[in-house]
C-alpha cells in the first residue's frame, strides 16, 4: 500500500465526530482532509516554513474554524530541538538537538491536553522522521482515548534517537491497539495502522 493508498484508508475511516491529530502535519495534507470531513483537526508541525505553508493551505481551502495549529516537535520530554535554518515548505525534515539556526519547542502529547483547549483526539496520524517512538510515549495518556492511529515508521531515523519499531509497535500495543502494517517493511519505512479494539 503506497502513501495515496494509506491516505484513502484514513479518509474511509474517519468519521463526522471524529477529532483528529495531525502529528508532523508538514503542509496539512492529512489535516485538510481531517478538517473537511471530522469535527476537529488539530495539526502539530515543528518547522516553522511548514507553519507557515499549512496555515495557508487551510486557509485558502476556507477550514480555519475547522483547524488549530500548534507550532511544536512531540516528544517523551519538554525541550528544544534544531530546525534546518534553510528549511524550505513541504519538505519532510529530521530533526536534530545539535545545527541548524531555529529552535522550537518539544512538548509531550500529554501535557498538551492537559494544559490547553485541544481536545483529545479520537484519530492520530504521525509521520515525524524517526521520533515516533518518542513522541508515543509521550502520548500514552492521551492515546487511551484514540479509536484509530496511522504511524509512518522510519527504521534508520529511529536508530538516531536510539529506538526502533519494535519500540513503536510495544507502544501501540501495550496502550490498547490491534496493529497491522499497511505495506512492506523490507524498505525500512513503512505504514502501521492500529486500531483500539474497545473503542472501534
Given at each position: 500500500m503506497h502513501e495515496r493508498q494509506v491516505l484513502e484508508d484514513f479518509i474511509r475511516s474517519l468519521r463526522s465526530d471524529d477529532i483528529v491529530w495531525d502529528c508532523g502535519s508538514n503542509v496539512g495534507l492529512y489535516a485538510t482532509f481531517a478538517a473537511e470531513i471530522a469535527a476537529e483537526s488539530v495539526a502539530i508541525e515543528p518547522a516553522p516554513s511548514n507553519v507557515s505553508a499549512l496555515s495557508y493551505n487551510l486557509s485558502q481551502n476556507d477550514l480555519d474554524d475547522e483547524s488549530t495549529i500548534i507550532a511544536t516537535a512531540l516528544g517523551s520530554s519538554e525541550g528544544t530541538v534544531a530546525v534546518p535554518a534553510d528549511a524550505k515548505p513541504g519538505e519532510n525534515h529530521k530533526l536534530s538537538s545539535s545545527g541548524g539556526s531555529t529552535q522550537v519547542p518539544i512538548k509531550c502529547g500529554d501535557d498538551i491536553t492537559g494544559s490547553t483547549d485541544v481536545p483529545d483526539p479520537t484519530v492520530l496520524t504521525m509521520d515525524i522522521e524517526g521520533a515516533e517512538a518518542d513522541a508515543l510515549d509521550g502520548l500514552r495518556e492521551t492515546l487511551t482515548n484514540v479509536?484509530?492511529?496511522?504511524?509512518?515508521?522510519?527504521?534508520?531515523?529511529?536508530?538516531?534517537?536510539?529506538?526502533?519499531?519494535?519500540?513503536?509497535?510495544?507502544?501501540?500495543?501495550?496502550?490498547?491497539?490491534?496493529?497491522?502494517?499497511?505495506?512492506?517493511?523490507?524498505?525500512?519505512?513503512?505504514?502501521?495502522?492500529?486500531?483500539?479494539?474497545?473503542?472501534?
Open positions: 479509536r484509530l492511529a496511522y504511524v509512518e515508521v522510519h527504521e534508520d531515523l529511529l536508530a538516531d534517537y536510539g529506538r526502533s519499531a519494535d519500540d513503536v509497535m510495544n507502544i501501540l500495543e501495550e496502550t490498547g491497539f490491534n496493529v497491522s502494517c499497511l505495506n512492506e517493511r523490507r524498505s525500512g519505512n513503512y505504514h502501521l495502522k492500529a486500531v483500539a479494539n474497545s473503542r472501534e
